[in-house]
């Protein structure tokens, strides 16, 4: 049974990780054994949950801890509960929970690129895609149109900060994924790896040379790695000229790209369909 704690003091250092430390504190690069997360709404916690994730407290608001908290609550053992009244609770958090909830959970350990995209047919590459809203919209998107894992450049925004888990609903704990990095460092070393494991990769990019999304020598390739580039610039050159494709999404109205996620949604659903 959780342990009941109505807030009284709001410096007590229990409450740190929902008031006071900041997201890369929380991340805790040296040490990623003690990294946290923070999970938002009934919805998002209650995946994290199904994915394994650990809880350590939660922060209620006071009128839904007998009700919609109640079975999460259940699942969870012995740990701290803090409530309080809205009110107060913006106080604390600087801004009002989404349905009353929030939970501090220990991030889960990382599995290595080649493990998620063994099986893996569809495949999403986030290059350098800094913003925490294209994030979460981006993994909402591979979950829902058949991406079977996501992998990261090291100068993406952490799926795992509060905002980019709100925006997915809490599709970051249900789609595979990782970053690249060290031995798998991008693109040289990231762009090996895939070939030697059978993908065939696809630059979304607006060059001369770009194919529809919709060409059919691209629909039939068996294993495919889409790779969507940072906010504005969009890819590196150097990413687009190693592609085995450039890609490009029909447009009209003189409109010559869309937003990151926007895109990711197109390509996801047009390459992800089953064939």
Known sequence: MSHVIR?????????????RLREIQLLNRHEPEKGIFIAESPRVIERAL?????????LVEERYVEKEARELLARCGNIPVYTAEMDVLVQITGY??????????RRPPLRPVEEICRDARRIAILENVVNPTNVGAVFRSAAALN???????????????RRSIRVSMGTVFQIPWTWLDGKNAWPED???????????TVAMALTEDSVSIDDP??????????????????LAAETIADCDYRVRIPMAHGVDSLNVAAASAVAFWELGKER
Do not use: H, N, Q, W
Request: proline share 5%; hydrophobic share 45%.
């Open 7 to 19: 807030i009284s003091d709001f410096a007590a250092p229990e409450l740190d990780v929902y008031a």
């Open 50 to 58: 199904d994915a394994g994730c650990v809880p350590l407290s939660f």
């Open 96 to 105: 009002k929970l989404t349905r009353g909830m929030l939970c501090a959970m």
């Open 147 to 161: 991406m079977d894992a996501v992998l990261l450049t090291p100068d993406c925004s952490d799926p795992l900060y």
């Open 190 to 200: 990231g762009m090996a790896l895939l070939r030697k494991m059978g993908f065939r």
């Open 217 to 234: 020598g691209l629909l039939c390739e068996e294993k495919l790695a889409v790779i969507l580039g940072t906010e504005g610039d969009g």
